[in-house]
């Protein structure tokens, strides 16, 4: 048996070859945190969000939870967002509906198809729209033109109050991404 204490260069060696083994379990465990669907509650209902979905810091306070959409490697990602304001907050689902078509360029003419349903007994309003989304902050400031974007919207007008649901990003992202949103409002009001 060698002694590491007595031979600095075999401590080394050692230190050396077990690197790579603990570069691999870090990054393994990493990717397995990573796939952990992450749950979030607003207004008291529990949304699970699908695992692809990376868990982002609120961009702002108005948000009360955002989500990175991955897609094609070429496309940017598609950013999913969730809004509560309280009972009665930012208004029903048909102003926010109007207002959230506002956020496309008015030429060419936006794409959408807005409709409502019962999930669990709760009102639950879907839009979704495409055209050029004029991406920036909500009230005042530049706006940068994004082609060939869509927006999956969805109001949930639940017990304790509006939430409110918007995922923007290229057309192709948002179409991937759609079945997955269903699923979690689905799971979500039908508990």
Not at 104 to 128: C, N, Q, W, Y
């Amino acid at each position: 048996m060698i002694d590491a204490g007595a031979c600095p260069r075999y401590a080394f060696g050692m230190k050396a070859a077990l690197f790579p083994l603990f570069l691999f379990v870090a990054c393994t465990a990493t990717l397995v945190a990573a796939d952990k669907p992450v749950v979030v509650e607003v207004a008291g209902v529990k949304f699970t969000a699908p695992a692809q979905w990376a868990s982002e810091r609120p961009a702002s306070r108005m948000r009360a939870a955002q989500f990175k959409v991955p897609g094609p490697k070429d496309l940017k990602p598609a950013s999913c967002v969730f809004f509560y304001f309280g009972p009665g907050g930012a208004g029903g689902a048909e102003a926010n509906v109007k207002r959230w078509l506002g956020q496309f360029a008015p030429a060419p003419k936006v794409k959408s198809d807005v409709k409502s349903e019962k999930i669990g007994g709760v009102g639950v309003t879907h839009l979704i729209a495409r055209g050029t989304y004029l991406d920036g902050p909500p009230f005042g400031g530049a706006k940068i033109p994004r082609k060939d974007y869509a927006m999956r919207g969805v109001i949930i007008m639940a017990p304790r109050g509006a939430i409110f649901i918007k995922m923007t990003g290229p057309n192709t992202v948002v179409d991937g991404a759609e079945k997955a949103l269903t699923a979690m409002v689905q799971g979500a009001l039908k508990k």
